[in-house]
């Protein structure tokens, strides 16, 4: 069993719509959890951080998470073609320095 | 600010042949430092990290290695370079008050292909 896993998509949504993406994790005393925008060719970005049950908004981005079912999801609002991306979820255990990354949700927004 | 520098961008290299892959951050004193790989279409792994000058620690058993000569400093390198070694690799920097919220910035990258 994969650490992270996350739908490879590719996710395609409409410009203006929400974008819904999920990540599952195997570990359950995993603490902090991230994700990132990585664009072809380039670095990832780092775009959310959650640490705790709940969801965490910054600006068009809602973090959401569950401790309990093991899931973290990313929700992207009024989809812009320049959020067309790669996104990786990323979970590390508590007291651990590893990051762990999942292989990451393509995301397509058309005009 | 923190800036992370990583070079070369791009790298072509033959089989055999040795590498050496430099990073270097500024802006911040003590960082931890880290060395992923990237495979095409796969997620992230991490190689190394290292929480001080000349503390490295290895996360997955090959032919690479790393060291950190100085604080801000962070060098990936092989004494001969495998097929399996092509990839893209990226040098991170953490942030944070501890280890639980660290949160990890990546230098630019270097695309490496070994043929």
């Known amino acids: 069993q994969k650490e992270v896993e996350q739908n490879s998509g590719p996710l395609s949504v409409p410009e203006g719509a929400i974008a819904s993406l999920n990540c599952t994790y195997s570990?359950?005393?995993?603490?902090?959890f991230f994700w990132y925008r990585q664009y072809s060719g380039k670095s990832p970005e780092l775009i959310m951080s959650?640490?705790?049950?709940g969801d965490k908004e910054d600006g068009r981005f809602t973090a959401q998470l569950n401790k309990a079912s093991q899931y973290v999801s990313l929700l992207i609002r009024d989809s812009q073609p320049s959020d067309s991306a790669t996104y990786l979820c990323?979970?590390?255990?508590?007291?651990?320095?590893?990051?762990?990354f999942g292989a990451g949700t393509t995301v397509t927004v058309r005009a | 600010s923190q800036t992370i520098h990583q070079w070369p961008a791009t790298l072509v290299q033959p089989v055999g042949s040795p590498l050496s892959l430099e990073c270097t951050v500024e802006?911040?004193?003590?960082?931890?430092l880290y060395w992923y790989r990237q495979a095409a279409g796969r997620g992230l792994q991490l190689l190394f990290y290292?929480?001080?000058?000349?503390?490295i620690s290895s996360e997955v058993p090959q032919n690479l290695s790393a060291s950190r000569p100085q604080d801000r400093q962070f060098i990936l390198s092989s004494k001969k370079l495998l097929l399996s070694d092509s990839g893209f690799y990226l040098c991170?920097?953490?942030?944070?008050?501890?280890?639980?919220?660290?949160?990890?910035?990546f230098g630019s990258g270097t695309q490496l292909s070994v043929l």
């Open positions: 802006g911040t004193s003590n960082p931890n």
């Open positions: 290292s929480v001080g000058i000349g503390q």
């Open positions: 570990d359950r005393v995993s603490q902090s």
């Open positions: 991170a920097w953490g942030e944070g008050t501890g280890r639980w919220n660290e949160k990890l910035f």
């Open positions: 990323a979970v590390r255990r508590s007291n651990d320095y590893k990051l762990s």
């Open positions: 959650i640490y705790s049950n």
